[in-house]
């Protein structure tokens, strides 16, 4: 195997003369070079320390010891067997310490008779493990043990703990980077633009593998190692939003000359309400790209009620001006249709043809919607995943708007997009974006923000409902029904479940059927038939229903201005952020709105200051903000992800948003520059451009 030639283009293959199975797990896991091995980042690395007196322990740190054996505990554990039935025991071994009478725990669980048989045959012990507290006592789970110091002296400086990946343990991993030669770690160093704060990229990786001068090293040292790969991190996700950003800008374009004060004109007029400035400043930016030299792609970005749907109904009809066509798609069939059926006034009375396309569409009606898209007689066309289906074909597509855009991948975007060469994109979301996130997830977009809510609405109000307080809200309830309003019941679930101790659908519809024998109450849930569950909703539209018990498929396109309820069963088991859409869906008209946060049971005190960010902020921004600390970026919409965005292995957007603004600006000033893509930092970028996303 020769090192001289190793670099970080290297493949990982040329650590072995053969390959071995831990290469062969980690090429299935997508690392492939020498780069991608040094992007495992230990999970903890710490120097090791030297043999001290036991009183010198500390719960938390690793620590390394001497002492004399007092007590052995050897006891059968009958649920546990080894390789062929062999029974295995727990044991427990206390050491004392001669020198100050100190004494520390040693525990292992599940060990075989041949482990139990030498370790009894030892009376003095050296061990080194990390120490736990547990019931005033201290103890090391699983320590190493040996009769002298020798085989526990370092083999190196440092203690690392590298993460599992693709079912290798940290030892496997450690093994395969204690290969990569020296030359790798004091080649020179690849430093980042515009900052003499961070280390270079090589002396970071040195740091944090325990590649450094041990005498040198420390933790704030360590410290200014990961802030320098979590710049690196966002440096990148940077660059390639300003990559994208320019292309996108110079790709061709369907081009319209709008004159805004002349088109906002006849636009405000086509709505019977006045327009908010937030709305009127968003389409000015619209007109702007869509008279650029670059196909538009804007997301439009703001609370519940704000009325995004305002400003992509505008766009559509300057767009139509221009005799090109509209889509505009939702990621559900009740959203659509609520969308259909607000624009159809509008496009009624301005003669322009409207359509509504389904996957639950009749066979002919899709045949003659899919044929007045192609000839171009259908202007506008309103439909959920159907519109981006290859049967599909437009004259002209000009704008396509997507609406609650999260719910869709980036595939189904373009495939709608690229219908038409040229065309224009407008995203909308009902979830007000922390900036920090803006920046990572949505960095090459342009994106408007609409903060003030239209006039005619009146908003909500907000309380959080305990046990005691259950029998007030409930007559409540019963009060604003009598006037004529009506009323949702969120719940977190449909049927009971033996492993989660929340409410059911089922429960309480049985339960509010019992409380208000009088009222008409049905349920709702996403697994209805199409069909029954449109029955439902335009009944309780129509005002047929008067409380309708659901779970969270009411989130989003349901617009009933005489719902003026919004009660939430189990609030602590929703995010924020799905609390605040649940509850944008009262108080959209000319009525109050309420908002109940109904705790069946008194919820924990970390849960209890979660809903009062509810009870107390209406500011979606902040609830955005308060939801990415607690959730983290993954789950900031209330969907099926979770966690810390995947795709970056150190960099956090809340913690480091510091680090995130500097690798921004330093962007900004290196693609400015002519000859940018000659620096080393995005030289190494493009050859291992799968690198953050893969590990």
Not at 411 to 438: D, E, F, W, Y
Not at 491 to 499: F, G, R, W
Not at 557 to 586: C, K, W, Y
């Amino acid at each position: 195997m020769k090192t001289n030639n190793i670099t970080l283009d290297s493949p990982i293959r040329c650590l072995s003369k053969k390959p071995t199975k831990t290469i062969e797990s980690l090429e299935a896991a997508g690392l492939k070079t020498i780069f991608d091995l040094l992007w495992i980042i230990p999970l903890r690395i710490f120097k090791n320390p030297p043999v001290k007196a036991i009183s010198m322990a500390r719960d938390g740190e690793y620590f390394r010891g001497q002492g004399k054996v007092v007590s052995f505990q050897s006891r059968p554990n009958f649920r546990a067997h080894g390789k062929g039935r062999v029974p295995l025991n727990n044991l427990t071994i206390v050491i004392l310490d001669p020198r100050d009478n100190s004494t520390l725990h040693l525990k292992w669980f599940n060990c075989y008779p041949s482990v139990i048989s030498k370790l009894k045959e030892l009376d003095e012990i050296y061990f080194s493990g990390m120490v736990q507290s547990f019931q005033g006592v201290l103890q090391i789970i699983s320590p190493e043990t040996s009769s002298n110091e020798e085989p526990l002296s370092p083999k190196n400086d440092f203690i690392i703990q590298y993460p599992t990946i693709n079912g290798l343990n940290s030892n496997l991993i450690k093994k395969l980077i204690d290969k990569i030669p020296v030359s790798v770690w004091e080649m020179d160093d690849i430093t980042f633009p515009g900052t003499t704060k961070l280390l270079g990229l090589i002396e970071a990786m040195t740091v944090l593998h325990g590649k450094y001068d041990s005498q040198k090293w420390n933790e704030e040292l360590k410290q200014k190692a990961r802030n320098s790969l979590a710049y690196f991190e966002f440096f990148c996700e940077q660059l390639k939003h300003k990559v994208r950003k320019g292309k996108l800008h110079h790709s061709p374009a369907i081009k319209m000359e709008i004159q805004d004060d002349e088109i906002l004109t006849t636009i405000k007029k086509s709505f019977p309400y006045e327009l908010t400035l937030d709305q009127v400043n968003s389409l000015k930016d619209v007109f702007k790209d869509l008279s650029g030299p670059g196909p538009m792609m804007r997301m439009i970005q703001g609370d519940v009620g704000c009325g995004k749907t305002t400003v992509a109904f505008g766009s559509a009809l300057a767009v139509i001006e221009f005799n090109h066509q509209v889509a505009i798609m939702a990621p559900t069939e009740s959203l659509a249709q609520q969308h259909y059926k607000n624009f159809k006034i509008i496009a009624d009375r301005k003669k322009i043809n409207i359509a509504l396309l389904l996957g639950g569409s009749s066979i002919s009606e899709k045949s003659r919607i899919q044929s007045g898209l192609k000839d171009g007689s259908i202007q506008i066309a309103i439909g959920t995943h159907s519109l981006f289906q290859d049967s599909v074909e437009f004259k002209s597509l000009g704008l396509a708007i997507i609406d609650e855009q999260h719910k869709f991948g980036v595939n189904q975007r373009l495939k709608l997009v690229n219908k038409t060469l040229g065309c224009h994109c407008l995203l909308m979301t009902a979830t007000p974006i922390p900036r920090s996130l803006s920046l990572t997830q949505y960095g090459d977009l342009e994106i408007s923000i609409i903060k003030t809510l239209p006039g005619h609405r009146k908003g909500f109000k907000t309380r959080i409902i305990s046990p005691d307080t259950y029998p007030k809200f409930l007559s409540f309830v019963k009060t604003r029904i009598s006037m004529g309003e009506q009323a949702y019941i969120v719940v977190p679930a449909i049927e009971e479940s033996e492993n989660m101790d929340i409410a059911n659908l089922m429960d309480i519809l049985d339960k509010f059927k019992a409380y208000f024998p009088d009222l008409r109450i049905e349920g709702l849930h996403g697994q209805l038939k199409s069909e029954d569950k449109q029955i439902v909703l335009s009944r309780f539209y129509s005002g047929d229903i008067d409380l309708l018990v659901s779970t969270s498929v009411v989130e989003v396109g349901i617009d009933v201005e005489n719902a003026t309820i919004m009660a939430i069963i189990n609030p602590e088991r929703f995010g924020l952020s799905s609390l605040h859409q649940l509850r944008g869906r009262v108080g959209r008209g000319a009525k109050p709105g309420f908002c109940f946060l109904v705790c069946e049971k008194i919820p924990s005190q970390q849960a209890f200051e979660r809903l009062r960010v509810i009870e107390n902020t209406s500011d979606g921004f902040k609830i955005a903000e308060e939801d990415l600390k607690i959730r983290g970026e993954g789950d900031i919409f209330g969907t099926s992800q979770s966690g810390s965005g995947g795709f970056r292995r150190i960099a956090n957007i809340i913690t480091d948003y510091e680090l995130l603004e500097l690798a921004r600006a330093d962007v900004e000033k290196l693609s400015n520059q002519d000859d940018f893509t000659t620096h080393p930092i995005v030289k190494l970028m493009a050859q291992n451009d799968h690198v953050v996303s893969t590990v």
